[in-house]
Every structure is written in C-alpha cells, then in structure tokens.
C-alpha cells in the first residue's frame, strides 16, 4: 500500500513538473510562446502522468480490497513483484495513452504557424488551431478514454463493494 502511496504521490509531482516550469519560466520572461514541439512534449507528459494515475489508484483499490477480503493470501497475491508488474502495467497503459493523443493531436495540419501563444498546452486549442476537420479522430480518442476509465471505474466500485460485504460480514458484539 505504501508502495503505491508513493508511485501516485511521484505522479502526481511529476504532472506537476510539466506545466509549472513552462509558465515560471514565462512570467520571469514576460511572454507567452510555446513552440509546436514545446507543446507535443507537455502534453504527452502531461497525459501520460495523469492517465498513469487512474489505473495506479485501481491497483491501490484492489490491494485495499486484498488486504480486508483476504488477508492471509496477501502476502501471494500482492508480493513486490506481482505489485511492480502492476505498476508497469499503468504506467504502460499511460504511455501508450499519451502517445495515442499526442500523435492524433500533432498528426493534424496547423494554419497559424509552429508558435502557440500560451504556457499549457491542451488539445481542444490545437484542434481550433488546425486546418483540416477532426471531430471523428478525436471523437475516437475520446471514446476509447470512457472505456479505458470506465473500466477502471467499474473495478473500483466492484472492489468496494467486496470490502463492504467483508466488513459486513465481521460478527459485532
């Protein structure tokens, strides 16, 4: 549990670090440019650390629900490598999320030029940046994220519910 505290707190820094040295930097300086490949950079980073997030709090969900439901077999079903293979297993699945937006993002033609006049980059202002239409690309993107974390939701909820029911089911005096 400990272990995944850690990964997620890690994560959450790491989100933190892509947008706020962009925009200090950009204060100290008094501007406001980003260039093109600036902005693909943060935002695969940026997508990358908070998709790797859903699934690491999924896996601190199952590990809460091992550690109530079964409690003997914690030790076989949780070691560190079962734990470290789970954690690779999120953050692969951020990376090829990142990288699923980032190339559908960047693959699109720009009218305005290669500067973005901003500190964060984000993907509805480079779709209005673009020239060609994209609402079926990113419409694709986006249903694949519902499902992506819907499963990861319906996990969570099923976890919580098996802790209940074992809470439940603990005689009171």
């Excluded at 973005?116 to 694709?140: A, M, V, Y």
Aim: proline share 3%.
């Amino acid at each position: 549990m400990f272990l995944s505290l850690l990964k997620l707190a890690l994560t959450d820094l790491e989100c933190i670090c892509t947008i706020v040295p962009k925009a200090m930097h950009n204060s100290l300086r008094d501007t406001r440019n980003l260039s093109y490949t600036g902005c693909a950079a943060q935002l695969f980073f940026f997508m990358f650390f908070m998709s790797a997030e859903f699934p690491l709090l999924t896996i601190m969900c199952y590990d809460c629900c091992v550690s109530i439901c079964k409690p003997l077999h914690y030790g076989t079903l949780l070691g560190s490598r079962a734990c470290a293979h789970m954690a690779a297993a999120a953050w692969a699945s951020g990376f090829l999320y990142a990288l699923l937006h980032t190339a559908n993002t960047f693959s699109l033609p720009l009218c305005q030029g290669n500067a973005l006049g901003q500190f964060f980059c984000e993907i509805p202002q480079i779709l209005k940046f673009s020239c060609s239409h994209s609402n079926l690309r990113e419409l694709g993107c986006v249903v694949f994220s519902v499902f992506l974390f819907f499963g990861c939701f319906v996990f969570i909820i099923f976890s919580y519910v098996q802790i209940f029911r074992a809470v439940l089911r603990i005689p009171s005096e």
